[in-house]
């Protein structure tokens, strides 16, 4: 079935760091990738998204590419800010499914 | 961007009562409206999907009798919880979609917190 594979977190950087989260997903179709955040006490919000191969996603200076041969879609951030910190979840739509299917979400940490 | 709104933020209530859970979409028609369940260190699980004016459609493994699903208008779905017991304790999160979207893009509520005593 459709299913996304995030890696466990949680992770603590240092400000300014650089941030990679792995997000791989079964290849089912051709799914939609996006890549949701969840700050404290708010709700989800829409990081950025990518909806065929080989697009790149890119939102406040993360950036996600949808990469087919290696069914992933890693997110990356080549420095973190303290204000970064959240819950950060990949998700998958499509491939024969409407149905939004959410990776386990992966806490980040940045220290000043 | 477009809000999403849940009601009440946290809960508490007694093993075999009911509580109703709202989710508002505050400034947009929201056709189809999506309730999820999140275990803590566990991903979003998403329950049923209603639409505004007919019958919710409930994953596999959800009990319709006990998860009450209402979308009685195009701004509010609401979730009620029929005799609720501990093991019902959990994040309830609501998400909207826009009545004229194209994109998949879904707006999600700040989510509500339930315990059951």
């Known amino acids: 079935g459709n299913s996304v594979t995030q890696m466990e977190g949680p992770v603590t950087l240092s400000e300014e760091a650089f941030l990679t989260i792995n997000c791989t997903y079964t290849a089912t179709g051709y799914p939609s990738l996006f890549w949701y955040v969840q700050y404290p006490g708010e709700g989800l919000q829409l990081l950025l998204k990518a909806t065929k191969a080989d697009d790149k996603g890119s939102n406040k200076g993360f950036e996600a590419t949808y990469r087919k041969e290696t069914t992933s879609f890693h997110l990356e951030k080549g420095s973190v800010q303290v204000s970064d910190s959240a819950v950060y979840f990949c998700a998958r739509r499509g491939g024969g499914s409407e149905k939004l299917v959410f990776g386990k979400g992966t806490k980040l940490t940045v220290n000043p | 961007g477009a809000v999403v709104s849940q009601h009440p933020s946290r809960v508490i209530c007694k093993s075999g009562t009911s509580v109703k859970i709202e989710c508002r979409s505050l400034d947009f028609q929201a056709t189809t409206m999506f309730w999820y369940r999140q275990f803590p260190k566990k991903s979003l699980m998403l329950m049923a999907t209603?639409?505004?004016?007919?019958?919710?459609?409930?994953e596999q493994g959800v009990e319709k009798d006990k998860f009450l699903i209402n979308h009685a208008s195009l701004t509010l779905s609401t979730l009620t919880v029929t005799s609720a017991h501990p093991e019902d304790s959990s994040f309830y999160i609501c998400?909207?979609?826009?009545?004229?979207?194209?994109?998949?893009?879904?707006?999600f509520g700040e989510g509500s917190r339930l315990t059951v005593l």
């Open positions: 209603s639409n505004e004016g007919s019958k919710a459609t409930y």
């Open positions: 998400s909207a979609r826009w009545a004229g979207d194209v994109t998949g893009e879904l707006f």
